[in-house]
């Protein structure tokens, strides 16, 4: 038989219950409560379990994946790094190179400007410039549209003069040369006077004087008086061939073709204008070593096509000879932004360019009558101008 237990009579527990101390009896019923939950089922949820896990440690794999970790990161950092130099030397690249571009304005130079201004009640030469800051005048014509204010050619200067970064020559007046047949005319090219710009000083003086010996400058009424002079056919041919023999200031004929020409057909121009000058003053001219001069003149010009817009110069300097300079369409070696003007020849005989010279500046027929008045509204802004201030103000 199974040993009886012995009867714990309920009034025994609840007396053992109120003389333990408060603390002990909550701990009894709450170690209870905790175990009839452990112990509860439901419908839905089975009851908890009192096992723990295990949990497996491998140090070996941890310190491997915590190395590859890193070395991961550091990759990525690195990556990041060369990646944002990279884009920053791009960056620096694109805008140096955008910087380098020439840069033209929205608006644009203005077209069909005309050549002067009046300001003041003085004409002034009308200057601009062009997207790389240089001094351009308009010229009038739809195609050679603009011509440098200054030009600066290695030839020109004197025998006791060196030439250091070339002679500087001033825009006096611009013109277009027009050829016509029956009564249709065709452009040309477009020619530009120049004068030294040390030598303007000297062209001041001559004519102010001979206008008022005792002037520095003329005043307005003068000036007319001076300019009706140049117009006159003989009066300025006898004003130019004194400046001309006895000033012989170095200057040049800038000439620009508006249509595709060739060398013969200007050269044979020349020649005509030469040869009816000649036959004005026989006595100067008609002798064998002048007629040699002018087949020296011819040889120059033995060259083939001159494309539109190319730039012939021809060159006058203190001595009255003649150089012929050509832009053959070459860049500089030592500036690849500059253009390379190639010298193709000097006649030494100053006759010849006195001839050509006065086809442009005085007389009855001249080669382009725009070009004359031009070149003559030019003299009178600098015989406005007291003597030596000119080249002064260019410089």
């Known amino acids: 038989m199974r040993p009886s237990r012995p009867l714990v009579r309920p009034d025994a527990v609840l007396r053992s219950l109120r003389q333990a101390p408060r603390a002990t009896r909550f701990q009894c019923l709450n170690a209870t409560q905790n175990h009839q939950k452990q112990q509860a089922r439901t419908f839905v949820r089975r009851a908890n379990s ?25 990759n990525f950092l690195a990556a990041g790094a060369a990646a944002g130099v990279i884009a920053f030397i791009y960056t620096a690249y694109l805008l140096k190179k955008e910087i380098d571009k020439p840069k033209k304005f929205d608006s644009g130079l203005p077209s ?14 009308t200057v601009v410039h062009d997207q790389d800051g240089r001094e351009i005048v308009p010229t009038g014509n739809k195609t050679v549209e603009w011509f440098p204010r200054t030009l600066d050619l290695n030839i020109g200067a004197g025998d006791r003069q060196q030439v250091v970064n070339g002679v500087e ?96 057909h200007l050269r044979d121009g020349f020649v005509r204008a030469i040869t009816a000058r000649s036959q004005e003053n026989k006595a100067e001219y008609n002798d064998e070593s002048f007629g040699q001069s002018v087949k020296e003149f011819k040889a ?8 539109q817009k190319s730039e012939l110069i021809m060159v006058r ?39 050509l010279w006065l086809n442009y500046l005085a007389g009855k027929n001249v080669a382009s009558e725009p070009a004359r008045q031009n070149i003559v509204q030019g003299i009178m802004e600098f015989v406005e101008r007291p003597v030596g201030t000119v080249a002064a103000q260019v410089v």
């Open 317 to 355: 300097d203190d001595k009255g000879r003649f150089n012929l300079i050509f832009d053959d369409g070459k860049k500089s070696k030592d500036s690849k932004d500059e253009k390379s003007l190639a010298t193709l020849g000097r006649v030494d005989d100053e006759r010849v360019s006195r001839a």
């Open 50 to 74: 009192s096992h723990r896990a295990v949990e497996n440690l491998n140090l070996d794999r941890m310190r491997t994946t915590s190395y590859d970790y890193h070395v991961r990161r550091r």
């Open 112 to 125: 069909n400007v005309d050549p002067f201004l009046t300001e003041a009640g003085s004409t002034r030469k």
């Open 300 to 307: 120059l010009f033995t060259r083939g096509k001159l494309p």
């Open 169 to 264: 020559y001033t825009l006096v007046g611009v013109g277009t040369r027009s050829v016509g047949f029956m009564l249709m005319g065709f452009e040309v090219y477009v020619v530009g006077y120049y004068i030294a710009t040390q030598d303007i000083a000297a062209i001041q003086q001559k004519l102010v004087k001979e206008v008022n010996p005792i002037a520095t400058t003329l005043v307005p009424s003068e000036r007319d008086d001076l300019k009706k002079r140049l117009l006159d056919p003989v009066e300025g041919e006898k004003l130019w061939l004194d400046i001309l023999c006895n000033v012989k200031p170095r200057s040049a004929f800038r000439i620009v073709p508006v249509r595709n020409t060739d060398f013969p």
